[in-house]
């Protein structure tokens, strides 16, 4: 089992930054890839980020040139640098892994808990 662990959220201004992290742990033999989702009030989950563990890196329309997805294999960490935030990036932010746990079990989607992002004046 793999369980993601989220930090960082929190409220800021228009303009303003935040980083997110996230930390894997528990059995894990490989993690393909990590990423973050989000999802707003009334609105669908839908993919912000992601980084594959050979370093590809892929951005909605949205967020690109404002977010920057990063991320440490040997912490099996990832992080989303956020900065100009809009008031449209309003949402719960979920860390994303897709990992094998071990050698006899399928790549597997895993999330975190998520984390509330607001940005207002």
């Known amino acids: 089992q793999v369980q993601l662990v989220e930090f960082g959220g929190g409220l800021v201004q228009p303009g303003g930054s935040l980083r997110l992290s996230c930390a894997a742990s528990?059995?894990?033999?490989?993690?393909?890839?990590m990423g973050w989702y989000r999802q707003a009030p009334g609105k669908e989950r839908e993919l912000v980020a992601v980084?594959?563990?050979?370093?590809?890196?892929q951005y909605v329309d949205a967020v690109k040139g404002r977010f920057t997805i990063s991320r440490d294999n040997a912490k099996s960490t990832v992080y989303l640098q956020m900065d100009s935030l809009e008031p449209e990036d309003t949402a719960v932010y979920y860390c994303?892994?897709?990992?094998?746990?071990?050698?006899?079990?399928?790549?597997?989607?895993?999330w975190g808990q998520g984390t509330q992002v607001t940005v207002s004046s």
């Open positions: 994303n892994a897709l990992a094998t746990a071990s050698t006899s079990t399928p790549p597997t989607n895993y």
């Open positions: 528990g059995y894990i033999y490989r993690i393909h890839s």
């Open positions: 980084v594959t563990s050979g370093g590809l890196r």
